[in-house]
């Protein structure tokens, strides 16, 4: 997987200037020792990148690869103001969410948290990139990717057109 910068934006066209806000105000910034708030920015935030979480953990694990994409997600999304140990942090409450309520309780958590349509595009778009970027889409990543999209309210011909979004936004067509 390879990451562009400004890759993002353009992959999530017109709602990426509502996206790349979220957060970053509220995430520990260089220098500051703050948790992180639980405001609706910030939930909403975490809910975006959790989506590609999901898709990568799947298959049971992440592969460096993987970890590399998902901080370039969050360095994009907050202009690289997201302190380390804030992301190990938002990484491990997604692997501790995942071991108590699984990928469909995970799924219905994402849902309730991005109510907004265009943020569940967004993140159904991030998801869809990370599947694309990695040219392969194994059985369990198109099942969670399925879920994530039903429970944000996509047919399943919004979902393939979105698909072929975001296929060609990533071909630079």
């Known amino acids: 997987m390879t990451h562009r910068p400004g890759l993002l934006r353009r992959l999530l066209g017109p709602a990426s200037s ?16 703050e948790p992180l708030d639980e405001d609706a920015s910030t939930q909403q935030f975490a809910a975006l990148v959790h989506t590609v979480w ?12 993987e970890v ?7 360095e994009d999304l ?10 190990e942090d938002l990484f491990d409450a997604y692997a501790t969410l995942h071991a108590e309520v699984g990928v469909s309780g995970s ?4 849902a309730d948290i991005l109510s907004e ?3 569940r595009e967004s993140a159904l778009k991030l998801a869809i ?36 979004q975001v296929e060609s936004s990533l071909a630079g067509k």
Not at 20 to 33: E, F, I, K, R, T
Request: glycine share 6%; aromatic share 4%; charged share 15%.
């Open 18 to 33: 509502h996206v790349v806000d979220l957060g970053a105000q509220n995430l520990p910034l260089q220098g500051q020792s």
């Open 54 to 65: 999901l898709i990568f953990a799947a298959d049971g694990s992440l592969d460096d690869q």
């Open 68 to 74: 590399a994409h998902l901080l370039a997600i969050i």
């Open 78 to 87: 907050t202009e690289g103001e997201a302190l380390a140990e804030a992301i």
């Open 107 to 110: 799924v219905s958590l994402i």
């Open 117 to 119: 349509p265009e943020l």
């Open 129 to 164: 990139g990370a599947v694309v970027m990695d040219q392969k889409m194994s059985d369990h990543e198109e099942r969670v990717l399925m879920m994530l999209a039903s429970a944000f309210g996509f047919s399943s011909q919004q979902t393939q057109d979105i698909f072929h």
